[in-house]
């Protein structure tokens, strides 16, 4: 590894939606929060009911899916990240410890959409 390998710079997806070609200037990665309160009443439920039927291991929730594309294919999200303040591995990391912080953050597909920015990450 050398000094600069955290200033790699981002692979650029096409949009989701409209699957063409994402810029700086209207690029984002998003998501809707309507999944993840979905999953947190169905967690409430599931906490709720007798201990014995609840098996954490067998039926993991589908994880909300953040988005990548053009804003203006992607109105209905609820947070966003501009293209142009995660286009460095480093700044990638910067949004993953901000966002860890928050409460809905680790029931989130975060993990594929940073593989999928930086695909030459590698793993552990
Ligand atoms: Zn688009």
């Known amino acids: 590894m050398t000094a600069n390998t955290d200033e790699r710079k981002m692979t650029w997806p096409a949009c989701d939606i409209c699957g063409k070609p994402t810029t700086a200037a209207d690029g984002y990665l998003s998501i809707t929060y309507q999944r993840i ?13 007798e201990p014995e039927v609840v098996d954490a291991g067998s039926r993991p929730p589908p994880q909300p899916a953040w988005h990548w594309g053009h804003s ?3 109105p209905e999200s609820d947070y966003w990240i501009e293209a142009g303040r995660i286009d460095t591995l480093r700044k990638a990391m910067a ?6 912080e ?19 990450i590698g793993s552990c």
């Open 37 to 49: 309160h979905e999953i947190m009443a169905e967690l409430r439920q599931e906490y709720s009911r």
């Open 72 to 74: 203006k294919c992607l």
């Open 95 to 100: 949004w993953t410890l901000h966002l860890h």
């Open 102 to 120: 928050k409460n809905w953050f680790g029931m989130t597909d975060w993990h594929r959409a940073i593989r999928r920015l930086y695909p030459d």
